[in-house]
């Protein structure tokens, strides 16, 4: 049972536009990461969030925590073709619950 | 440390043979995961060790799959008498108890195909 909704599914965009992909649940969690994953490699661990209303920077990417630690999102400034790839949200609960994943494909 | 190490990345075999693969976590981590995940979609938790006790399984793991890590170290996962619908990725990650909620560090993973 996937806990942890994110949209949109998939994502094509162009070169230099900018996106948000969300993470959405029911269920409040500890904490919350993001992660990259590209084609034929194991998940990369973006980022953390821990604390209600946090929010992250990463170089372009902005990661923020929903108030009530029940979603998150990740905005992408300028995304450029190196972005492409599989982004997930993962909680933790009594378990460790990822999302349904959002694909992007950046155009260059 | 090289990081997660799983071997091998991959795996073509014929229905109701076996597969077994190996999971090498990074070496201070005591906490490892096995993962399974289908084209596009997100992972599927299977089950966890720490150390060399198993405390989780998932629904998912039926009575054809069985795990171990015997010393604490690596970890094995086998799938018995496979079928077509056990072909994914399976990826194992590893982490400390005090990191595990913060993140894990996974592996390339191994891609199985059953035909």
């Known amino acids: 049972t996937q806990l942890l909704e994110q949209s949109p599914q998939f994502l094509s965009i162009q070169e230099g536009e900018n996106l948000t992909v969300y993470c959405n649940s029911s269920?409040?969690?500890?904490?919350l990461q993001w992660y990259r994953q590209e084609p034929g490699e194991g998940p990369v661990l973006l980022v953390t969030v821990v604390t209600g209303g946090e929010v992250k920077k990463l170089k372009r990417l902005t990661f923020q925590f929903g108030d009530a630690r029940k979603d998150s999102s990740l905005h992408i400034t300028a995304a450029q073709p190196g972005d492409t790839g599989l982004y997930l949200c993962a909680g933790t609960g009594n378990q460790f619950y990822f999302g349904t994943g959002t694909s992007l494909t950046v155009i260059p | 440390d090289t990081g997660v190490s799983q071997d091998p990345r991959h795996k073509i075999t014929k229905r109701g043979q076996n597969v077994t693969f190996r999971c090498d976590p990074i070496?201070?981590?005591?906490?490892l995961y096995w993962y399974r995940q289908t084209l596009g979609q997100g992972p599927e938790f299977l089950t966890y060790?720490?150390?060399?006790?198993?405390?989780?399984k998932s629904r998912l793991l039926s009575d054809r799959f069985s795990a171990e890590r015997p010393k604490g170290s690596f970890s094995t996962l086998e799938i018995q008498r496979t079928e077509q619908g056990d072909s994914a990725m399976y990826l194992c990650a590893s982490s400390t108890a005090l990191q595990g909620a913060y993140g894990y560090t996974f592996g390339s993973g191994t891609r199985l195909t059953v035909v």
């Open positions: 060790f720490q150390n060399e006790a198993q405390l989780e």
């Open positions: 269920s409040v969690f500890s904490s």
């Open positions: 070496s201070e981590h005591n906490r």
